[in-house]
Nanobody
Framework: QVQLVESGGGLVQAGGSLRLSCAASGRTFSTYGMGWFRQAPGKEREFVARIWWGSGGTDYADSVKGRFTISRDNAKNTMYLQMNTLKPEDTAVYYC????????????WGQGTQVTVSS
């Protein structure tokens, strides 16, 4: 079992920044990769970014490329999402997820943290 807890959400003005954290506990040694997703009201959950836990390789949705940066601290079993130049359309509940096997089939999810960007 892996437990994931997100933090760092909040209210920010357009153009501002936030950093989300996702702390993992439990069977973290077997983590293959982790990702961030978001879900806005009335919309489906969408992929934001992911990171391969071993190599640190990253991948981003086109909508956040150049503005968001995903990273991880292996020693702390924590993943981060630095969000810069935030836009109102970034408003959503942000979820982190962990994949234990290749292919990024996510096995565990956090409870989510709200990010609200005002115009």
């Amino acid at each position: 079992q892996v437990q994931l807890v997100e933090s760092g959400g909040g209210l920010v003005q357009a153009g501002g920044s936030l950093r989300l954290s996702c702390a993992a506990s439990g069977r973290t040694f077997s983590t293959y990769g982790m990702g961030w997703f978001r879900q806005a009201p009335g919309k489906e959950r969408e992929f934001v970014a992911r990171i391969w836990w071993g190599s640190g390789g990253t991948d981003y949705a086109d909508s956040v490329k150049g503005r968001f940066t995903i990273s991880r601290d292996n020693a702390k079993n924590t993943m981060y999402l630095q969000m810069n130049t935030l836009k109102p359309e970034d408003t959503a509940v942000y979820y982190c997820a962990a994949a234990l096997s290749p292919g990024f089939r996510y096995d565990y999810w956090g409870q989510g943290t709200q990010v609200t960007v005002s115009s």
